[in-house]
């Protein structure tokens, strides 16, 4: 063995040495030494517990009953429900998904300087065109996709992907 190896195993062996010191023999006498205080804590803990009874036993004041008759009292409503207020009709039409009627398909996109053409169901429209069979309208044209919304309220969109027909 070299002397590094040698140095290294002799460390070991005390550590070894010192853990089986600290756990056998030196625990023993922690043990004994909190045994001997725990009269003082008893006599504190006692101390403590009779301060308490005593406050409880001249009554509780106003406010504590009030937080204690309010704690036990049934709730009117669950508080973490969350209300939503009243809808009103064109809100709730708001909400309401862009049904089609039938289907439309954007198969071809023409640009011509600034004006642009969709091809929906082999007809070409452009920007504010109305729609035959739904009377949605066109809001905007890409090359990739159209939106399409209903005339009567302007946050209705419906995006029309570009449909490869071979």
Same mark, same amino acid.
């Given at each position: 063995?070299?002397? %590094?190896?040698? @140095? $290294?195993?002799?460390?070991?062996?005390? =550590?070894?040495?010192?853990? @089986?010191?600290?756990? #056998?023999? /030196?625990?023993?006498?922690?043990?004994?030494?909190?045994?001997?205080?725990?009269?003082?804590? !008893?006599?504190? $803990?006692? *101390?403590? +517990? /009779?301060?308490?009874?005593?406050?409880?036993?001249?009554?509780?004041?106003?406010?504590?009953?009030?937080?204690?008759?309010?704690? &036990?009292?049934?709730?009117?409503?669950?508080?973490? !429900?969350?209300?939503?207020?009243?809808?009103?009709?064109?809100?709730?039409? =708001?909400?309401?998904?862009? @049904?089609?009627?039938?289907?439309?398909?954007?198969? %071809?996109?023409? &640009?011509?300087?600034?004006?642009?053409?969709? +091809?929906?169901?082999? *007809?070409?429209?452009?920007?504010?065109?109305?729609?035959?069979?739904?009377? $949605?309208? @066109?809001?905007?044209? #890409?090359?990739?996709?159209?939106?399409?919304?209903?005339?009567?309220?302007?946050?209705?969109? $419906?995006?029309?992907?570009?449909?490869? *027909?071979?």
């Amino acid at each position: 063995m070299s002397t %590094g190896e040698k @140095v $290294l195993v002799g460390l070991m062996m005390l =550590a070894l040495v010192y853990g @089986v010191y600290t756990v #056998f023999f /030196s625990a023993p006498q922690e043990e004994t030494a909190s045994l001997n205080g725990s009269n003082k804590d !008893m006599e504190t $803990l006692n *101390i403590f +517990i /009779s301060k308490i009874a005593d406050k409880t036993n001249n009554g509780l004041s106003e406010a504590q009953v009030y937080a204690l008759q309010k704690a &036990q009292a049934d709730w009117k409503q669950d508080p973490m !429900m969350i209300i939503e207020p009243k809808l009103t009709q064109e809100e709730i039409a =708001a909400r309401q998904p862009l @049904v089609l009627k039938n289907q439309i398909l954007y198969t %071809g996109f023409l &640009q011509m300087g600034d004006k642009r053409l969709a +091809i929906l169901n082999g *007809i070409e429209h452009e920007i504010g065109d109305r729609l035959e069979p739904d009377g $949605l309208i @066109v809001r905007n044209i #890409f090359p990739n996709h159209v939106v399409v919304g209903s005339p009567d309220i302007k946050s209705k969109k $419906l995006i029309l992907p570009m449909e490869e *027909i071979e």
